[in-house]
């Protein structure tokens, strides 16, 4: 079975195919700058002679002519993996919001399409440009199952006290405001893989799931179910991010209104662009930082300290919520290569059965899962590296073709 994943962003396309046999994708990339005067589209595909890539700049004035350019590529004889976009079983679509409506992965039909233009208002950036993808993917693809994988269906087995605000309850009754959580595929994939790894049910785990890439989410995950995550109503709080605030006095919006003259478009601006590391320190990428951290740059000290304290404080409350915890999981950019914030993150949480190994902590990481965890440490702490367009496969093959009972 042949399985296309497409990531459509406002103005990028990320793509992915899957031969499923095979668990493992034969070809991908992105097209990027869609709508701008020049784009540029990245492809990779594997060969006999190992993953070959190729990079083209080319005006891409819409999504439509961007997947067009994406089915060409799937069935050229020489960078592509199939000979007609017929043989594409089906398509499995991100979509970021499914607000209350989508707790589980759906087969796209005209009135699910109407479902995630209504919930517009929750997702304004995201959901019109997950749902140009799929109107495109359509008429590209038309004999392919078309399959939306919502990024929120995962934490939608939080419980009311979880996911509630304290404010008046017509404003969740009425617009719907109330936590939702984001990286829900990541957070299910890792967590699979923790239970595979700790060799239970998944349905009898309690996990941490820390998922640390630019954006930045942390998940309770009870029996295999989210309980609390720490992303909200929209991406921005919780963790710091990269360019993101994360948890912030609401006041502070009020303040920056009022005493300074910034307009709500500007604070929002800022708190989702130029804030996080980058407003700390100058710099967004972790990379950056550890570098600048490392030669003693003081500002990136501080940007590094408030980050993994975030992270502490957050591990301290889901094992407050949680009880009982199996592992504690860092994935993503920064989870899966920083030593330094794993190290930062985990220091002082030896009272809660937390014990990192520093020796593995710095080791190689190999495969599925590494643990690194020390031996008297009753918490096995795990990285994982996710893959959130497999689990969007697996998810979509699981819908189109369910296995035997
Ligand atoms: P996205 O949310 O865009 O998918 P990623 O999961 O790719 O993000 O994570 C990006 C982050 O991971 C960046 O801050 C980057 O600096 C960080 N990162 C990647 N490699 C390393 C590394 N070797 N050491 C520290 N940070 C890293």
């Given at each position: 079975m042949r399985i296309l994943v497409i990531n459509s962003g406002s103005s990028s396309i990320k793509y992915q195919l899957f031969d499923m046999e095979r668990g493992e994708a034969l070809c991908g990339g992105i097209v990027e700058r869609?709508?701008?005067?020049m784009g540029r589209v990245r492809h990779w595909a594997l060969g006999d002679g190992g993953r070959r890539e190729w990079v083209e700049e080319r005006p891409v004035p819409d999504h439509r002519l961007g997947l067009a350019i994406v089915a060409g590529l799937l069935i050229d004889?020489?960078?592509?993996?199939?000979?007609?976009?017929?043989?594409?079983?089906a398509v499995g679509h991100r979509v970021v919001h499914g607000g209350e409506r989508f707790s589980q992965t759906t087969r796209i039909t005209d009135e699910v399409i109407d479902a995630i233009r209504e919930l517009i208002p929750l997702a304004p950036l995201h959901n019109p440009a997950n749902l140009k993808g799929v109107e495109v993917a359509r008429e590209i693809f038309p004999r392919a199952e078309q399959v939306a994988v919502f990024d929120t269906a995962f934490h939608q087995t939080m419980p009311p006290r979880a996911y509630?605000?304290?404010?008046?309850t017509r404003f969740y009754e009425e617009?719907?405001?109330?936590v939702y959580g984001f990286h829900g595929t990541s957070h299910l994939y890792v967590s699979k893989v923790a239970a595979r790894h700790l060799g239970k049910p998944l349905a009898s785990c309690n996990l941490i799931t820390a998922h640390l890439g630019n954006g930045a989410s942390i998940a309770a995950v009870e029996r295999g179910r989210s309980?609390?995550?720490?992303?909200?109503?929209?991406?921005?709080?919780?963790l710091m991010m990269g360019t993101r605030s994360g948890?912030?006095?609401?006041?502070v919006v009020f303040h920056l209104h009022q005493?300074?003259?910034?307009?709500l478009a500007e604070i929002d601006r800022m708190l989702n662009k130029e804030s996080g590391l980058l407003g700390v320190c100058?710099?967004?990428?972790m990379r950056d930082v550890e570098a600048r951290f490392h030669a003693g740059d003081a500002d990136a000290r501080l940007a590094l300290e408030m980050y993994a304290y975030r992270i502490k404080k957050y591990i301290g409350a889901y094992v407050a919520a949680l009880g009982r915890v199996d592992a504690l999981v860092f994935t993503a950019g920064v989870g899966e290569n920083s030593a330094l914030v794993r190290e930062m993150a985990c220091r002082g949480l030896e009272s809660l059965g937390i014990v990192l190994d520093l020796t593995r902590n710095n080791g190689p990481m190999s495969g599925e899962a590494t643990a690194i965890h020390?031996?008297?440490?009753?918490v096995e702490i795990l990285v994982i590296p996710t893959n959130e367009e497999l689990e969007i496969a697996l998810q979509t093959r699981a819908l189109v073709e369910p296995s035997p009972a």
């Open positions: 869609i709508g701008l005067e004889a020489e960078k592509g993996a199939v000979r007609s976009p017929d043989e594409i079983d509630r605000y304290a404010i008046p617009r719907g405001v109330r309980v609390d995550t720490s992303m909200g109503f929209s991406p921005l709080p919780g948890d912030i006095d609401p006041a005493a300074l003259g910034l307009s100058g710099s967004s990428d020390a031996g008297e440490s009753a």
